[in-house]
Every structure is written in C-alpha cells, then in structure tokens.
C-alpha cells in the first residue's frame, strides 16, 4: 500500500501545464527517484504534493486525501497542515535561519523533539560535530547536509527532497548518497529529485521520470537507464550503435551506492 498516492496532478501557470496528469506512488521506507530534464516539472510537483502551489488531481497521503476530493483546490490543505500529518521537505536552497546554530534550525524545525534526539539526527548525518556552530560558517555541502536534517527533525514519515546534491563535488553527492539511502533504510521514505543521474539511479529503488510535465517512464534503475524514452528526452535522439556511451554522458557511470532496503 502507498505512503504517497499521486493521480492525474496538474498545474497551469497562466494557461502553461507545469504539471500534465501525473502519476506516482511511494511506499513506507522506499527511495523513490523524480528526474527529467530541465523544465521537466519535477519542483512543481514536489511543490504541488507539498500544498505550495494550487494543483488539480489526487493527492493522498497516509490514505488522508490533501486535495479534499470534489472540492474546489483552494480547500486543499495547506503546507503546515501536511506537514503536521508527516509531510516533510527540502529546498534547493538550504534555506537555513543563518543566525542560529545548526541544532537550533534543528530545534525550531521540532521544538517538541528532545535534544538529544536532534542531535543524534545529525549524528546519523555525520555532522554531529557542527551541532553548536554557526550556519554562516558552514560549506556549501554541510549546508545542504543541515536542510536534510532539519526536514527530519519533525520525525516525518516521508521527505521530498529537491535537489540535495546541487553543487556538492562527487565525493560530497556520493558522501550524501550513503546518508540519504540510511534515512530511507531506517523507515522513513524518500521523494528525491537531482540531476546527479549517477546518485539518483544508483541509490534509488525506483524512479518515475517526467518531460514536459508528463511521466514518460517509470521502473527500476536498471529500466530507466536504457529506456529509449529517457534517452530522447535528454539527449534529443537515441542512437542504438552507441546506446551504452550516450547512457554514461546521460546518467553517468552505473556505480552503485545502494545499502540494502527494497527493490519494490
């Protein structure tokens, strides 16, 4: 049974379709992978599932339906209240309060948690160490590390993270790689858009994939990285006598991070 039930969500931005009928699902505890090119739609979705932008369609968490179905959308619930069910999220930016130290974000994020649980948050991150320190102080990559634990701090079910790795070097995405498949293995899903390919598919147990606002595939990684489809969508044509160098240049090599967990 879905954690996560996505069906035929849209969003119109001015008579555009950022959004075109999606379709997805994720289980409790599964690592599931939202690529596509840029433009694709996949923020919007996130953003849309997330009660941040007015979306048409189904959306139904722990069997609650946020959209209240047959209702005008703007009835629907609103962010904290999805939240408040389980609902959680990361940004592109690490969107960090900068003039507090990086167990208060945590804090303010789940002010009902005891301390000692957030800092063992930031353990399982391997930056317990930067618990007293300034944000303004931090690197980029332990900025994005600091987002992910602050969307954990409220104990969610689940977690839409937006591009994690962004800017992060390959030793920083696969460091984070390793820590983002131990949240999922440890029970809590995962929603997880990047455009690392390498990352995403050797990470993921599944991944939908979306182009021009519709999913043009979905699958195992495996399935994904030579799906005819995935390739025209990011590289404009497939040629079949260089199919496994144009999937390397596409989704880079097939280095696996996974640690376990489903395949489902």
Not at 79 to 108: E, M
Not at 168 to 178: I, M, P
Not at 221 to 241: C, H, M, N
Request: hydrophobic fraction near 45%; aromatic fraction near 4%.
């Amino acid at each position: 049974m879905s954690l996560l039930e996505v069906r035929d969500l849209r969003v119109t931005f001015g008579g555009s379709h950022a959004v075109d009928g999606v379709d997805l699902d994720v289980a409790a505890g599964q690592l599931v992978g939202l690529i596509g090119p840029n433009g694709a739609g996949k923020t919007t979705t996130v953003d849309a599932v997330t009660g941040f932008v007015p979306s048409d369609g189904s959306v139904r968490f722990k069997d609650v339906d946020l959209q209240v179905a047959g209702e005008r959308r703007k009835r629907s619930l609103p962010p904290a209240r999805r939240a408040h069910l389980g609902l959680a999220r990361t940004w592109q930016g690490a969107d960090l309060f900068v003039d507090l130290t990086v167990l208060d974000n945590l804090r303010v994020a789940g002010e009902h948690v005891p301390i000692d649980e957030h800092r063992a948050t930031l353990e399982s991150l391997g930056i317990a160490e930067l618990a007293e320190g300034s944000v303004q102080a931090l690197s980029h990559g332990q900025r994005k590390l600091v987002g992910v634990a602050r969307a954990l701090a409220a104990r969610p079910e689940l977690i839409c993270m937006d591009e994690p790795a962004a800017g992060l070097d390959t030793t920083e995405s696969q460091f984070l790689g390793r820590r983002v498949r131990a949240i999922a293995d440890a029970g809590t899903a995962v929603l997880l858009i990047d455009h690392d390919m390498g990352l995403v598919l050797g990470i993921c147990d599944y991944v939908f994939v979306l182009d021009f606002g519709k999913v043009i595939a979905h699958g195992h990684p495996s399935e994904i990285r030579s799906d005819a489809r995935v390739l025209d969508a990011y590289l404009g044509k497939r040629q079949d006598a260089g199919a496994n160098v144009a999937t390397t240049e596409a989704f880079g090599p097939s280095a696996d991070l996974h640690l376990g967990g489903s395949s489902s």
